[in-house]
């Protein structure tokens, strides 16, 4: 089990700046890669950005150049820092934990989600 808390969420203008966080605690060594994504109302969910255990990033092409995705592995916690913001940016964002464990009957992988945060860029 992997528990993620995030933070950091909140109301800016456009062309302000928020950094997320995410705090992530329980079996951490399963953990194989982290990432955001987010989700507007009316809209699916989509990939924001993802980074790997070896720091490894993939941005979607609306968010490159304006955010980027780091990790504090002493503190277990994936920050994003977004930049530049704009009214298309708005949406809650969630915290995502890919993990992969390795057993004798196969390699299993799950996905653990945080609750989300808000992100409201009024223009």
């Known amino acids: 089990q992997v528990q993620l808390v995030e933070s950091g969420g909140g109301l800016v203008q456009a062309g302000g700046s928020l950094r997320l966080s995410c705090a992530a605690s329980?079996?951490?060594?399963?953990?194989?890669?982290m990432g955001w994504f987010r989700q507007a109302p009316g809209k699916q969910r989509e990939l924001v950005a993802t980074?790997?255990?070896?720091?490894?990033?993939n941005y979607a092409d609306s968010v490159k150049g304006r955010f980027t995705i780091s990790r504090d592995n002493a503190k277990n916690t994936v920050y994003l820092q977004m930049n530049s913001l704009k009214p298309e940016d708005t949406a809650v964002y969630y915290c995502?934990?890919?993990?992969?464990?390795?057993?004798?009957?196969?390699?299993?992988?799950?996905?653990?989600w945080g609750q989300g945060t808000q992100v409201t860029v009024s223009s």
């Open positions: 995502n934990a890919h993990t992969l464990v390795a057993a004798p009957t196969g390699r299993y992988e799950y996905d653990y």
């Open positions: 329980g079996s951490i060594s399963s953990i194989n890669a």
């Open positions: 980074i790997t255990g070896r720091s490894s990033t």
